[in-house]
């Protein structure tokens, strides 16, 4: 079936440090991409995504890619500042089925 | 409201108590979801309602589990028998076509499940 791998946690960064966070894919069909994050005592917030091979989803200063040929989308943000402190899911949701399917989850702590 | 509000925020019952747990979408919003985030499994699916038919009730984990959305709006949650292993954060999530591929799912803040 579908799944979603991402790299184990935490990851600990200094303020203004680059940051990735790697993600895999197994899909049957051509998913669409998400990332997901959820800052402590918040909910599940929709950061980017993207819907086909090659595009880039963008916002806050995040991007991840859509490469199909290594079924990766991998986050990353060239200066991570101490408010991205969070956990990311990546997920993924194959055409003509509705829910989401997420990866573990990946806990950034920035400290300045 | 303008997000997706879920009731109560936090439960605290008995093993072999019956609990419900509801779901407010998005007004205007036609699709519905509900997942689990527990510590061993993480995130999981668990029902998808289109309007108020469930086309996709896979991630129902057992027949203790049951959901309903009435008016396509309100939906509830209901867990019979509750066992420990039914402690998670209860999310739900809705979007404004069926078809999360295209459109995003706005997630609500959850209730926190504790079985004693």
């Known amino acids: 079936g579908d799944s979603v791998t991402q790299m184990e946690g935490p990851v600990t960064l200094s303020e203004e440090a680059f940051l990735t966070i790697n993600c895999t894919y197994t899909?049957?069909?051509?998913?669409?991409l998400f990332w997901y994050v959820q800052y402590p005592g918040e909910g599940l917030q929709l950061l980017l995504k993207a819907t086909k091979a090659d595009d880039k989803g963008s916002n806050k200063g995040f991007e991840a890619t859509y490469r199909k040929e290594t079924t990766s989308f991998h986050l990353e943000k060239g200066s991570v500042q101490v408010s991205d402190s969070a956990v990311y899911f990546c997920?993924?949701?194959?055409?003509?089925?509705?829910?989401?399917?997420f990866g573990t989850g990946t806990r950034l702590q920035v400290f300045p | 409201g303008a997000g997706v509000s879920q009731s109560p925020s936090n439960k605290v019952t008995e093993k072999g108590k019956d609990v419900e747990l509801r779901c407010d979408p998005i007004?205007?919003?036609?699709?519905l979801y509900w997942y689990r985030q527990s510590l061993g499994q993480g995130l999981e699916f668990l029902i998808y309602?289109?309007?108020?038919?469930?086309?996709?009730k896979s991630g129902l984990p057992s027949d203790r589990f049951s959901a309903e959305r009435t008016g396509g709006s309100v939906s509830t949650l209901t867990i019979q028998r509750t066992q420990q292993e039914d402690s998670a954060v209860y999310l739900c999530?809705?979007?404004?076509?069926?078809?999360?591929?295209?459109?995003?799912?706005?997630f609500g803040d959850g209730t926190r499940l504790s079985i004693l």
């Open positions: 997920a993924l949701s194959d055409r003509g089925a509705d829910k989401l399917i």
């Open positions: 999530a809705s979007s404004s076509t069926g078809g999360s591929s295209n459109q995003p799912q706005h």
């Open positions: 309602f289109q309007g108020n038919s469930a086309p996709d």
């Open positions: 899909a049957t069909g051509y998913p669409s």
């Open positions: 007004s205007g919003h036609t699709a």
